[in-house]
């Protein structure tokens, strides 16, 4: 038995769910958010809460649970609160900056800046040297961080790049001479 597809998920008050079939269309306010099913779990809608079941019990069924469940809170919790990510960009030279509506800027130490398009729905935030991606999609705020991220990884040795504010880097010793 699925311990996370067991769990209901609770609809607040002022967000309104409309089923079709397997879609299952969430909207609060302005935004709005749909998530396809795909007929591999049941569902029902009652008392404020979405409650999810397998279709039998096979194995990959009772996967797909506990994963639908999982999503469909990520939606909710995504057009509630949203989600961010934090980057700290961290070397001599290294900064960001946001031109026009959806374009970031980065000079990371390259003979050239780096354009990175900011895609609909994502929001980016420039202070200094910390970059906040916020959004009410998990999977697409991660996604973008990742891929900023991966312009500039930190290395080892003096910690420069992009990096997660959270990330910890395991520093290498430098060289050191005989004598």
């Given at each position: 038995m699925s311990r996370v597809g067991k769990k209901p998920v609770v609809i607040p008050a002022d967000m309104k769910i409309e089923i079709n079939g397997k879609l299952i269309v969430f909207s609060r306010g302005k935004k709005s958010a749909t998530l396809d099913t795909q007929d591999n779990?049941?569902?029902?809608?009652?008392?404020?809460?979405?409650?999810?079941?397998?279709l039998s019990e096979s194995r990959q069924d009772r996967a797909s649970w506990g994963t639908y469940r999982a999503l469909a809170q990520s939606v909710v919790t995504g057009l509630v609160s949203g989600?961010?990510?934090?980057?700290?960009i961290n070397g001599v030279g290294y900064k960001a900056a946001i031109k026009g509506a959806s374009?970031?800027?980065?000079?990371?130490?390259?003979s050239h800046p780096?354009?990175?398009?900011?895609?609909?729905?994502?929001?980016?935030?420039?202070?200094?040297?910390?970059?906040?991606?916020?959004?009410?999609?998990?999977?697409?705020?991660?996604?973008?961080?990742?891929?900023?991220?991966?312009?500039?990884e930190p290395e080892p040795y003096k910690g420069k790049g992009i990096k997660y504010s959270d990330e910890k880097i395991i520093r290498k010793a430098g060289k050191t001479s005989k004598k």
């Open positions: 779990v049941s569902f029902t809608f009652e008392n404020n809460s979405l409650i999810f079941s397998p989600f961010e990510k934090k980057l700290e374009l970031l800027e980065l000079q990371l130490g390259y780096i354009n990175f398009t900011i895609p609909a729905g994502i929001e980016v935030i420039v202070d200094k040297n910390i970059l906040v991606v916020k959004g009410s999609d998990k999977q697409l705020v991660g996604q973008v961080a990742a891929n900023i991220r991966s312009y500039r």
